[in-house]
């Protein structure tokens, strides 16, 4: 089954981009594999383990996770979609910070302005009629009453006033372990310099082609109007 999501990704001729596809060792627009940083205190094979399940999402944050499309909605029709969306937003900028999120590690912004907000809340809500609902939801532990109330109105638990903006570092790890304080000493050494002023002018579409393969970037959609489709 095809699936889709609508992500934040850095500008692809930006230094943001480049550093975060090292991070994880994964260029979701090329589909290479990447030499990933040295980290001090962490083997480079313990790092690529600590970044799997993250770099097969691709460098991204979500802002409409991954769905599938109804059986009358087609690629076109989405990204068409998406264009004519994304061309209601204007421009804004983030200033983001190596942070925590649960137990894994991400960049998150040091405050959330409210047209951050505002521009995931509405791709959920736009999107879900072409979204394919016919599936039945899989269990989630560990969610309270509002998030599952979302879980199963929308497809995904944080939503709205659930949602937290973040670029994931790593997948799950004892936050309190030597090896999340290594890896949160070289996030910071690796991302030094490119989290000030972090640009949000226009969304991302990333595919998932079959189960478990990677996602790859699919198409950008400018907050101006334009319009580009990449292999995906």
């Known amino acids: 089954m095809t699936r889709y999501a609508v992500y934040y990704a850095p500008r692809l001729d930006s230094e943001l ?14 589909g290479a594999g990447l030499p ?16 799997r399940e993250a770099a097969r999402y691709g460098w991204h944050a979500t802002l409409k996770a991954p769905f599938a499309l109804s059986a009358d909605v087609d690629e076109a029709a989405l990204i068409r979609r998406a264009a004519e969306l994304a061309k209601t937003f204007q421009p804004f900028a ?8 649960g137990d894994f590690l991400a960049l998150r912004p040091s405050k959330t302005p409210p ?8 791709w959920v809500a736009v999107l879900a009629p072409l979204a394919d609902r016919s599936v039945p939801l899989k269990a989630r532990a560990g969610l309270n009453d509002r998030q599952q109330a979302l879980y199963r109105r929308w497809g995904y638990p944080y939503v709205f006033e659930q949602f937290r903006f973040h670029l994931t570092l790593s997948d799950n790890l004892d936050r309190e372990s030597e090896i999340a304080a290594a890896l949160g000493r070289g996030a ?22 079959g189960q478990g393969e990677p996602f790859r970037y699919l198409a950008y959609c400018g907050f101006d109007g334009e319009v580009r489709r990449y292999g995906g």
């Open 17 to 30: 981009w480049r550093a975060g596809c090292e991070w994880l060792g994964a260029d979701a627009l090329s």
């Open 36 to 51: 990933q940083p040295e980290v001090e205190g962490i083997e480079a094979g313990e790092f690529a383990g600590l970044t």
């Open 94 to 101: 983030l200033r983001l910070q190596v942070d925590w999120l």
């Open 115 to 122: 047209e951050l907000d505002e521009l995931a809340a509405a």
């Open 188 to 209: 910071r050494r690796h991302f030094a310099g490119l989290l000030d002023a972090v640009e949000v002018a226009g969304i991302a579409l990333f595919v998932e082609r």
